[in-house]
């Protein structure tokens, strides 16, 4: 088959299993679509709030893919960040998948070190991985909180297990990645020549040499990413009253939301539309009986209010100009004795 035509089959997969779960949702009546278009009229000024969040949250991970790209010396200032940041999180709505927007942000920064491409690919990789670790970390919090809670139901307890031992692999994967970086890149460069694109392996693992250099620089990257999850925590909350749900312990959010934004990560449908609703459905009604229909709807509000902020990176991709690689300053003439 086609490469082409596997992905175009693929993403219209994606599109029916997405239309399919939102259909019976709302055929099964987890889902109201008359009560989220309430929700928007009738709380406009809270929805208005919220945006105000959406913005915070990617104006923390910004900060956070700077810091990466400080760490490896591109020079990249924080507005510039924050620009491209935008873009890419317009390009993930506008071409369906996960990936879209990071191919995106790597073409951009590529083109201000041309000479460290796949070190700036890096970079995001590394940025995607933080925030992982970061929302796992929110996620084992969440779980020691609401151990008491956990512990009567079946299904949260297996949940919950899964969150602490995702959360150890994910600290031991970076930790062993940093550590071995030096003896991975001398392995692959064995390679260079045989095996294709081996090469920008071997310089992937050079960046990560360079992170070893500065372990601090991971630690940051987690830690500043927990207030954007924590205002997560607080939008999903805000949006479960602007439907008219009953009131929840915001401890109970510190769980059900990196568990629900977890789920829309798997890349099965364009943006983890659907997949998230029912996540979050079934997350709250475990949780919380009767809060499951609640759930699905302010999720769905809160989703909708992502889309149109993530759209509005039209203005940074239009505004935005291209910046030529710095050139190097001439060195010293060296002066012979």
């Known amino acids: ?39 928007f009229t009738d709380h406009a000024l809270t929805a208005l709030f919220l945006v105000f969040t959406l913005y915070l949250q990617i104006a923390i ?14 020079g990249i200032r924080y507005r510039e960040a924050f620009s491209l940041s935008m873009i890419g999180l317009l390009f993930t709505v506008i071409i369906p998948g996960s990936v879209g927007g990071d191919v995106i942000k790597a073409y951009y920064v590529g083109t201000r ?10 970079t995001i990789l590394m940025d995607r991985y933080l925030g992982l670790v970061s929302l796992l970390t929110l996620g084992a919090l969440g779980v020691a909180w609401n151990y008491r809670v956990i512990l009567t139901n079946k299904l949260m307890t297996t ?10 692999g994910a600290v031991a994967g970076l930790f062993i990645a940093i550590m071995f970086s030096k003896q991975v890149t001398g392995l692959l460069r064995r390679f260079e020549g045989r095996v294709p694109l081996i090469h920008h392996a071997a310089k992937s693992c050079e960046a990560l040499e360079a992170f ?7 630690l940051i990257g987690v830690l500043i990413t927990l207030p954007s999850h924590l205002v997560a925590c607080l939008g999903m909350h805000i949006a479960m009253g602007m439907v008219g749900a009953a009131e929840m312990p915001l401890e109970r959010f510190l769980l059900i939301v990196p568990l629900g934004l977890i789920s829309t990560v798997i890349p099965l449908t364009p943006g983890g539309v659907g ?18 229909d609640a759930a699905s709807n302010a999720f769905t509000v809160y989703q909708t209010l992502q889309v149109a902020v993530y759209l509005t990176g039209f203005v940074n991709y239009l505004s935005h100009k291209h910046i030529d690689p ?8 060296e002066v012979v004795v």
Not at 113 to 122: G, I, L
Not at 159 to 168: D, I, K, P, Q, R
Not at 326 to 333: C, L, N
């Open 113 to 122: 070190v041309p000479k460290r491409r796949a070190h700036a690919f890096t």
């Open 275 to 292: 997949i998230g609703q029912a996540a979050f459905y079934g997350l709250c009604q475990a949780l919380t009986p009767g809060t499951g």
């Open 159 to 168: 949940l919950a297990t899964f969150v602490v031992l995702a959360f150890a």
């Open 61 to 74: 991970i910004s900060w956070r893919w700077n810091i990466l790209n400080g760490a490896l010396g591109f």
């Open 212 to 218: 070893r250099a500065k372990p601090l620089v991971l």
């Open 326 to 333: 710095p050139v190097a300053a001439p060195k010293e003439a």
């Open 1 to 39: 088959m086609h490469p082409k035509f596997s992905k175009v089959v693929s993403l219209l997969f994606k599109i029916a299993l997405a239309v399919g779960v939102i259909y019976w949702m709302v055929h099964s009546g987890k889902l109201d679509f008359h009560v989220v278009g309430h929700a």
